[in-house]
């Protein structure tokens, strides 16, 4: 089993609805999560990081952990065409400090 | 935020050379710094990871005789490609922190903007 499980999509979704993006991991130790986005040919940005359980907002991003089902998700209301791009999510396993990404999840925001 | 910068962010080398990639943590120092690799596509993996003064960990799989990194003072690392291959094209991507923990106790980390590496 891979460490961080993302599904690859693509994923549709029209414009102004809320996207939902998840990610499953396997490390129960696992600390620390974070969410990226990356245009194509472009290095990842950092859009949220989440630690506790519960769920975390920021803007029109909404990250939530599940530590006992092992799930972290994004949620993005009110979605825009420049919100299309590919999302990472990462995590640190067993509490080092590298990160671990997930295969990411390409979405696309239609008009 | 605080800036990484990567150096060169398109390199073009013949097969056979070797090719450096430099990466500056520019207004802080970075303690640890990371390299992956990504290939079209495919998500970023973890190459190694290095720390000021001291030999780099590699991942499994990474051979350390064919990437060499270098991470001689707190502002800068470098990834060399030795002899590299066609194979070896690909999109290389440095990261840093400033601590040695990352998360709700540790320090962020920041991605340099990344290099294209195209072996022909």
């Known amino acids: 089993q891979k460490e961080v499980e993302q599904n690859s999509g693509p994923l549709s979704v029209p414009e102004g609805a809320i996207a939902s993006l998840n990610c499953t991991y396997s490390?129960?130790?696992?600390?620390?999560f974070f969410w990226y986005r990356q245009y194509s040919g472009k290095s990842p940005e950092l859009i949220m990081s989440?630690?506790?359980?519960g769920d975390k907002e920021d803007g029109r991003f909404t990250a939530q952990l599940n530590k006992a089902s092992q799930y972290v998700s994004l949620l993005i209301r009110d979605s825009q065409p420049s919100d299309s791009a590919t999302y990472l999510c990462?995590?640190?396993?067993?509490?080092?400090?590298?990160?671990?990404f997930g295969q990411g999840t390409r979405l696309t925001i239609n008009p | 935020g605080a800036v990484v910068s990567q150096h060169p962010s398109r390199v073009i080398c013949k097969s056979g050379t070797s090719v450096k990639i430099e990466c500056r943590s520019l207004?802080?120092?970075?303690?640890?710094m990371f390299w992956y690799r990504q290939f079209p596509k495919q998500s970023l993996m973890l190459m190694a990871t290095?720390?000021?003064?001291?030999?780099?960990?590699?991942e499994q799989g990474v051979e350390k005789d064919k990437f060499l990194i270098n991470h001689a003072s707190l502002t800068l690392s470098t990834l060399t490609v030795t002899s590299a291959h066609p194979e070896d094209s690909s999109f290389y991507i440095c990261?840093?922190?400033?601590?040695?923990?990352?998360?709700?106790?540790?320090?962020?980390?920041?991605f340099g903007e990344g290099s294209w590496l195209t072996v022909v």
């Open positions: 990261s840093a922190s400033a601590g040695t923990a990352a998360g709700p106790t540790g320090n962020t980390i920041y």
């Open positions: 990462a995590l640190t396993p067993g509490g080092a400090q590298k990160l671990v």
């Open positions: 290095s720390n000021e003064g001291s030999k780099a960990t590699y």
């Open positions: 490390d129960r130790v696992s600390q620390s």
């Open positions: 207004d802080f120092q970075a303690t640890t």
């Open positions: 989440i630690y506790s359980n």
